[in-house]
């Protein structure tokens, strides 16, 4: 089992910014991929970013040039910085393990409670 705890939501102003962590604990060993997902209100949770073990990094394109995706190995964690934060980036944030294959992500059925982030106009 593992166990995802994420920290650093909060409440901003667009443009602004805020860095999300999250820390595994638990049967960390060999994690391969991380993942940061989020949830906005009335829609599903979707993939924004990911990082291997090796420490390549995906984005999907509405975060893409805004967000960056950061992993410390030794301590299991993973980190979301997010600039230039707009209204439409509100929504609930989870980490997530996974793994990768060439490029995709595959998630694992784990995950934190996740951080609300609410971008105000």
């Known amino acids: 089992q593992v166990q995802l705890v994420e920290s650093g939501g909060g409440l901003v102003q667009a443009g602004g910014s805020l860095r999300l962590s999250c820390t595994a604990s638990g049967s960390t060993l060999n994690i391969d991929a991380m993942g940061w997902f989020r949830r906005p209100p009335g829609n599903t949770r979707d993939l924004i970013a990911a990082v291997t073990s090796a420490g390549s990094a995906t984005y999907a394109d509405s975060v893409k040039g805004r967000f960056t995706i950061s992993r410390d190995n030794a301590k299991n964690t993973v980190d979301l910085q997010m600039n230039n934060l707009t209204p439409e980036d509100t929504a609930v944030y989870f980490c997530?393990?996974?793994?990768?294959?060439?490029?995709?992500?595959?998630?694992?059925?784990?995950w934190g409670q996740g951080t609300q982030v609410t971008v105000s106009s």
């Open positions: 997530n393990i996974g793994r990768d294959y060439s490029g995709r992500y595959h998630a694992y059925n784990y």
